[in-house]
């Protein structure tokens, strides 16, 4: 019993001497880049399209109306942050993205935050923020996203600050590294764009890194869903349609009459329809190429 105590202790203190010098060491010195954004229309354009439609940072990063299908922002509360997501507990909350939060911050900063999880004093951002998606796109698309947050109103408000706990917090110390430019696919091969799309959307956060689904997440006051199975399994239901109605079912979400609809908590869905469907055809379109070429997972029942 002695020599197990001692033992024990001897443990606890290797834990706690490495997580000291992990504390010290972490997170990497990254500089911001000296990246500037242009701010002209074409830049403008594609940044509204991502933020809003692709990597919907405003779903996050705004209160949402639980009320309706598939919990549309609001848009008075648009990049003002919000109390809590539907990836995070109450200890994450989304910061505030308009000018009033960011106006003092550099593009370079801004950019840095987006692709290597640092703020602008250079220390961590809760790993909930997924950094480590946003830093395979390519450059021109995170100035594009830098220059349509520098055009959102400014909101006055302060989220809380996140408190994660301390193993969180040592998890979003280590995972930040420096952003390296990534190529943009090519307009003509279908196949890599839908893969380029599939992590812009950050679709692996709720249909797992297989995109095999079975991931519970929970609506906002009330109820769960369960997300369903992406690969071109026999028994997955989805990639089962073809490539017309696949898009087809985002584009249902388009008209407005169902973007109004009221919907039971307990019966709504975390999936962003309404943000989706606004992305274009041949977007949605190589997202499906794309699926039909992931390994088929079977579903689990």
């Known amino acids: 019993m002695k020599f197990a105590i001692l033992a024990l202790l001897a443990l606890i203190g290797l834990g706690i001497a490495a997580a000291a010098v992990l504390w010290a060491a972490f997170p ?3 500089p911001a880049p000296e990246s500037r954004v242009e701010g002209d229309p074409a830049q403008l354009a594609r940044g509204r399209y991502l933020v809003n439609h692709v990597a919907l940072c405003l779903s996050c990063h705004s209160e949402r109306d639980w009320d309706r299908q598939s919990g549309p922002v609001v848009a008075s509360t648009a990049g003002q942050g ?21 106006g003092d911050w550099s593009d370079g900063e801004i950019a840095r935050a987006i692709t290597s999880g640092l703020n602008r004093q250079g220390e ?15 450059e021109s698309d995170v100035m594009a996203i830098v220059a349509y947050l520098r055009t959102l109103p400014s909101i006055d408000h302060q989220p809380p600050k996140a408190s994660p706990p301390f193993l969180i917090s040592m998890v979003g110390r280590v995972l930040p590294k420096p952003y390296q430019a990534k190529p943009m696919p090519p307009q003509d091969d279908s196949v890599a764009r839908g893969r380029y799309l599939v992590n812009a959307a950050g679709c692996r956060m709720c249909h797992g890194g297989d995109l095999a689904g079975g991931m519970r997440l929970n609506i906002p006051g009330g109820g769960s869903v369960t997300s369903v199975n992406l690969t071109p399994h026999p028994k997955a239901r ?12 985002f584009k249902a979400f388009a008209v407005e009459e169902v973007r109004q609809l009221e919907t039971p908590r307990d019966r709504n869905t975390v999936m962003p329809w309404i943000q989706y469907s606004d992305m274009t055809e041949t977007d949605l379109g190589a997202i499906y190429d794309f699926l039909k070429t992931v390994p088929p997972v079977a579903p689990d029942s």
């Open 28 to 30: 990497r010195s990254i």
């Open 82 to 102: 919000a109390t809590h997501t539907i990836f995070s507990p109450e200890d994450a909350p989304a910061a505030n993205i308009t000018p009033f939060a960011l």
């Open 124 to 138: 961590p951002l809760h790993p909930d923020m997924p950094y480590y998606v946003y830093a395979r796109l390519a």
């Open 238 to 249: 989805v990639m089962g349609w073809s490539r017309e109605a696949f898009v087809a079912a």
